[in-house]
C-alpha cells in the first residue's frame, strides 16, 4: 500500500554531471524553509479528501443520473485542468477497454478537451444525445473552449430531447465556482444542476474537489479508495522529517538540476495505463513552475521543461536522444510493482533464436527488464535517474500519485521562490482568444494583436 521513490540514480560520485551527495545535503536547508513555508499555510486542494459534503453531492448526482437508466455515455466537456485528472483516472483506472465496450452498468467516458470542428463535429453527430449525460467543468466560467462546446452540446441535446428544455437540462452537470464566474449566473437563472469546484482550488490541483471525482463516480470507481490514497500521503508527509519527505526531495533534486543546467524533465511511465497521467502531469509541473516573476517580483523566466514518454513504446522513438543527445535532461520512472493480470508468452510455434529466450516468461517481466534496460544505458551516460513504484494500479495507489505529484510541485515552487499556483500566462492566452473572436470589452486588446500581426515582416513559404 505504498509508494516507493528511489532516489539513488540521481546522485553520482562527482565523475559525470549529476548531483553528488553532498551538493544535495547542503542545499536541504532550502528545501526546509520552502515546507515550512507550505506547512504555515496548507493549501485546500491538499485535504479535499476530508470535504465528505463534496464527495456526497457527487455520489448522489451521479446516483440520480444513472438511476433513470438513460445514460451509456458520460462526457466532460472542459480544458486544461477541467480535464486532464479525469483523462488520467479513466484511463488508470476503468477497464482497459471499456471506451470500445462498456462495463456491465457503466456508461462510456469521453472527456472533449479540444475545439477542433472535425472532432467535436463527428463526435456529436455519431453519440446519441438522448442516451449522454454531460458534465460542463469550467472552474471560471469564462474559458473560451469550453463555452463553445457548451453551446454546442446544448443544442445537440436540446434537439435530442425534442426542444423540451427541463428534460435537456436534465442531461447537465455543471461544476463551476459556487460564487463566481459567468457559469454561475447561468446555472442560477436557468436551473442547471451544479456541483462546486472549490474557493481555493485551482484547476490543477483539482482531481480530487468535484473536478475529478463526479467523472470517477459516473464511471463506477472507487472514489473512497482514492481519496484514501491521497490521505495518507498527505498525512504521511506531514508526519515524516524533512529530511525523510520524499516530495520534498524530489522536488529538491529536480529544481537543483533545473538550476545546474537540466530544465527537461521526462516522465516515463512504464504502465500503459499511466501514459495520460504523464499529461496530467505535464500541466501541472509546467504550469505551475514556469513564470516569468519570482516571489519578489523580479523578472526570472524560471521553469522545467515537462516531457512525457511511455514505456516501452517510446524506447524506440526517444531513448537514443536520452542516452546520446544533450544532458539537460532528468528521468523519473514510474513503474508498477504488480501489472493487475499476468500474460504469458506461449511455447514458440517454431525454433528461432527470436523466440527462444521468450520461452516461460510473461510480459510484467518484459516490461520490467525493459524499464531497467532503459534505466542502466541512462546510468551509464551519466543521466540522473529516479524511480516511482506504484504498489499496483488501482485506485487508492492512484490517489497517493496524485497527491504525491501536487505537494511535490507546491514544494518545488517554494523552493524557486515562486507562485505554483497562479497561471498568468495561460490567462494571456485566454484573453487574447477572446479578444480575437470580438469578445465585448477586450476590444484595446484586439488591436494591439491586430498590429503585433501587422508589424511582422512576413516570411512565408509553400511547397
Ligand atoms: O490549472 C488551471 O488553472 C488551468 O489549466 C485551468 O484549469 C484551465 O485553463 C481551465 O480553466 P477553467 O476551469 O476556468 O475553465
Redesign the pocket.
Known amino acids: 500500500m505504498a509508494l516507493n521513490l528511489d532516489l539513488s540514480g540521481l546522485f553520482g560520485d562527482g565523475s559525470d554531471a549529476r548531483l553528488t551527495r553532498k551538493s544535495f545535503s547542503d542545499a536541504l536547508p532550502r528545501a526546509f524553509a520552502a515546507r515550512e513555508a507550505h506547512m504555515a499555510n496548507i493549501p485546500k486542494w491538499r485535504t479535499l479528501h476530508e470535504r465528505t459534503e463534496l464527495q456526497d453531492a457527487c455520489r448522489e448526482r451521479a446516483v440520480e443520473v444513472k438511476v433513470r437508466g438513460d445514460v451509456d455515455y458520460f462526457v466532460v466537456l472542459?480544458?486544461?485542468?477541467?480535464?486532464?485528472g479525469n483523462t488520467a483516472m479513466i484511463s488508470a483506472l476503468a477497464p482497459v477497454y471499456q471506451e470500445w465496450s462498456p462495463e456491465e452498468g457503466q456508461p462510456r467516458v469521453f472527456v472533449l478537451d479540444n475545439v477542433d470542428p472535425d472532432w467535436l463535429g463527428e463526435f456529436f453527430e455519431k453519440v446519441p444525445m438522448d442516451r449522454t449525460h454531460i458534465n460542463v467543468?469550467?472552474?471560471?466560467?469564462?474559458?473560451i473552449?469550453?463555452s463553445s462546446e457548451f453551446l454546442i452540446a446544448w443544442h445537440h441535446v436540446l434537439a435530442a430531447c425534442g426542444g423540451d428544455e427541463t428534460a435537456a437540462r436534465a442531461r447537465f452537470t455543471i461544476t463551476?465556482?459556487p460564487v463566481n464566474?459567468h457559469f454561475r449566473g447561468i446555472c442560477d437563472d436557468l436551473g442547471f444542476f451544479t456541483l462546486e469546484?472549490p474557493d481555493g482550488v485551482?484547476?490543477?490541483?483539482?482531481v480530487m474537489s468535484p473536478?475529478g471525482m463526479f467523472t470517477a463516480e459516473m464511471a463506477g470507481l472507487d472514489v473512497a479508495s482514492i481519496h484514501a490514497g491521497a490521505a495518507r500521503v498527505d498525512k504521511k508527509l506531514r508526519e515524516c522529517a524533512p529530511e525523510e519527505d520524499p516530495a520534498l526531495l524530489y522536488a529538491l533534486s529536480h529544481m537543483l538540476y533545473m538550476e545546474q543546467g537540466k530544465p527537461v524533465h521526462v516522465h516515463f511511465a512504464y504502465a500503459h495505463r499511466l501514459r495520460y497521467m504523464a499529461d496530467w502531469y505535464k500541466?501541472?509541473w509546467a504550469?505551475?513552475l514556469g513564470k516569468r516573476h519570482n516571489l519578489a517580483g523580479e523578472t526570472v523566466h524560471l521553469g522545467p521543461t515537462p516531457v512525457k514518454a511511455v514505456g516501452a513504446t517510446d524506447q524506440h522513438s526517444q531513448t537514443q536522444l536520452y542516452v546520446e543527445g544533450p544532458d539537460d535532461k532528468v528521468y523519473t520512472m514510474l513503474k508498477l510493482g504488480k501489472f493487475g493480470r499476468e500474460v504469458e508468452i506461449p511455447e514458440p510455434f517454431v525454433k528461432s533464436p527470436a523466440f527462444e529466450h521468450l520461452k516461460g516468461r510473461n510480459l510484467s517481466e518484459l516490461m520490467e527488464q525493459e524499464r531497467q534496460g532503459t534505466e542502466v544505458a541512462l546510468l551509464d551516460s551519466g543521466r540522473p535517474v529516479c524511480v516511482i513504484e506504484l504498489c499496483k494500479m488501482d485506485a487508492f495507489h492512484l490517489g497517493q500519485y496524485f497527491q504525491f505529484l501536487q505537494i511535490a510541485t507546491a514544494y518545488a515552487g517554494g523552493i524557486i521562490g515562486i507562485d505554483p499556483f497562479d497561471?498568468p500566462g495561460?490567462?494571456a492566452g485566454?484573453i487574447a482568444a477572446l479578444a480575437l473572436m470580438g469578445c465585448k470589452g477586450f476590444e484595446q486588446r484586439a488591436k494591439e494583436i491586430a498590429a503585433t500581426f501587422a508589424a511582422r515582416e512576413e516570411f512565408k513559404l509553400s511547397c
Not at 137 to 143: A, C, D, N, Q
Not at 202 to 206: A, E, L, V
Open positions: 472542459g480544458i486544461g485542468g477541467s480535464a486532464l467543468i469550467s472552474k471560471s466560467g469564462g474559458t473552449e469550453t463551476t465556482d464566474g469546484v485551482g484547476g490543477r490541483f483539482s473536478v500541466q501541472l504550469e505551475s497561471q495561460v490567462e485566454k
